[in-house]
């Protein structure tokens, strides 16, 4: 490899993987189709699409992907098994460039207590599934797991070992996020010193967020010389999550001048990646969000906008429209035309067909007529609700709702359930409670509450209020969303929503491996 190779990063992309499996971030696979399709657009150079063992759903999505997405490596996941690396590398085939990303656990604290093997058997199976793996393909990684609280000289002997073995990246996972900075950029640069065949390889870093400092130790890995970083849109991932895309490809491109990499990352993609995560799984990012929070780009201290009108720069170290936030987010109102419509949703980053436009056209000039301006915003929860939601079991038809402080909460509530309209009414604690009672009533449901939330999509006392609710059932965690401008209906939405994705995750467990 070069030298200027060595300055080129490849951002690897485990949304759909690591940030997927974790709990109310789970996806249908037309969803992760279409988050798929966004990546390839924001340039990711690899797209982890899943791990296709977990389940018949998880495989299939990871196949449609690995079908359908050409310019992105397409990498799946497998422990180190050999027949579990068979059925993954079937996943994957297609795919234009497929990549098997194989991982074991190497920390003495699993060996001992989880996976009860010695170093030497470990090392050996490492092995022995790297060399299983690269009979399909030579673009194959290996994980060594909890890498960060393994000792250094057997986790150097590991990955001399599996690079030997056809390797052709190792990953160094922080699993449990316990590495600080210093320490993280200090395990890497002593691989460098101590692996002869490092150089054979690309060496990545997957940091978890446990202790706040993934972004940080992430950077610092490529300080001592790794060129990969694993990272998940938001930074959704198991516990506390993973660095987050963004905030690692953000820091890179503001802080070139110190650190001296570059990306394929097509910056201006950055925002719209950010809201289509939050849109498909309900899950919004909290405000103060680096980059990609509402709060990012706001100046609200007097002095830092006196120092903004006088000189961008003084208080602003990117511009918003470098990650895609526009400026102007406003402002469409009831006299917008078709044209204007196609033309900001193609400014926002959605190509739609024809068809796709008239349903948002027609859906847009209904909320105009009820609120003056239409806001990006809007039009990403029209988009959500009218054109990418699949054909569901439940539909909301009618909803009334009779409340106030000396009335007895009462919802009446009509809904098609399988194409057959069903209705009831009944009361509750109040008229959330009596609606979701009703529902669950018309549809013989049963599962468990975990979160009710309301938030206001714009500013505004006609701003729509967009609801999140959270439901489990049988251990899979699902969030539902739903906007309109009276909060109870949508509360009523995000139920059904959320009810339509159980249902659709309930096939997959069905289908369990
Ligand atoms: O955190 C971790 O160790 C992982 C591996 C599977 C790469 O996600
Ligand atoms: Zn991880």
Redesign the pocket.
């Known amino acids: 490899m070069t030298k200027s190779d060595r300055e080129r990063v490849f951002i690897f992309d485990t949304t759909l993987r690591?940030g997927e499996q974790s709990p109310g971030f789970s996806m249908n696979s037309d969803e992760k189709l279409r988050f798929a399709l966004q990546l390839e657009k924001l340039g990711i150079d690899i797209i982890e699409a899943g791990f296709p063992v977990a389940s018949e759903g998880d495989f299939e999505s990871v196949q449609q992907i690995a079908r359908k997405i050409r310019k992105p490596q397409i990498a799946a996941?497998a422990r180190a098994d050999l027949p579990e690396i068979d059925q993954t590398w079937e996943s994957i085939k297609e795919a234009a460039n497929p990549r098997i990303h194989i991982?074991l656990s190497s920390s003495d604290i699993h060996l001992k207590h989880q996976l009860k093997k010695t170093r030497d058997q470990v090392l050996k199976e490492a092995c022995d599934a790297v060399k299983h793996a690269c009979a399909y393909t030579t673009n194959v990684e290996f994980?060594p797991?909890d890498a960060t609280r393994t000792d250094m000289d057997y986790l150097c002997d590991i990955v001399e070992a599996v690079i030997a073995h056809g390797a052709t990246t190792v990953?160094i996972?922080d699993?449990v996020g316990y590495a600080m900075p210093d320490e993280y950029g200090g395990l890497i640069a002593y691989l460098f010193a101590n692996v002869k065949n490092i150089n054979d390889a690309i060496v990545s870093v997957?940091c978890?967020n446990d202790l706040g400092v993934a972004i940080a130790n992430s950077l610092s890995g490529l300080k001592q010389g790794a060129r990969q970083v694993e990272c998940a849109v938001n930074g959704i991932g198991?516990r506390a999550g993973n660095a987050s895309l963004e905030e690692v490809v953000m820091a890179l491109k503001t802080r070139k001048d110190i650190l001296g990499f570059q990306t394929n990352i097509k910056t201006e993609h950055i925002y719209h990646t950010s809201r289509l995560l939050t849109d498909i799984t309900g899950i919004p990012v909290q405000p103060n969000k680096a980059i990609v929070g509402a709060n990012a780009f706001a100046h609200e201290s007097g002095i830092h906008q006196d120092g903004l009108i006088k000189k961008k720069i003084t208080y602003e170290i990117m511009t918003p429209q470098t990650v895609g936030v526009s400026e102007t987010n406003i402002v469409l109102g009831k006299h917008s035309g078709r044209h204007a419509i196609k033309e900001h949703l193609s400014n926002m980053g959605y190509n739609l067909t024809n068809d796709e436009i008239d349903k948002v056209f027609a859906r847009f000039k209904e909320l105009a007529d009820v609120k003056k301006e239409v806001f990006d915003e809007d039009l990403e929860a029209i988009i959500s609700d009218d054109v990418f939601r699949k054909p569901d079991k439940y539909k909301l038809i009618y909803l009334n709702v009779v409340s106030g402080n000396a009335a007895i909460p009462t919802a009446t509530v009509r809904m098609e359930v399988d194409g057959e309209t069903m209705q009831a009414a009944d009361f509750g604690v109040g008229p959330i409670d009596a609606t979701f009672t009703v529902i669950k009533t018309i549809t013989k449901t049963n599962h468990k509450l975990l979160k009710y939330a309301v938030n206001a999509i714009t500013g505004g006392a006609d701003a729509q209020g967009v609801v999140t609710v959270q439901l489990q059932y049988d251990n899979r965690d699902v969030t539902g969303r739903g906007a309109d401008p009276d909060v109870l209906v949508a509360s009523a939405k995000a139920y059904v929503n959320a009810l339509n994705r159980l249902e659709s995750l309930k096939v997959y467990n069905h289908k369990k491996r």
């Open positions: 690591d996941l991982f994980s797991m990953n996972p699993t997957h978890h198991e």
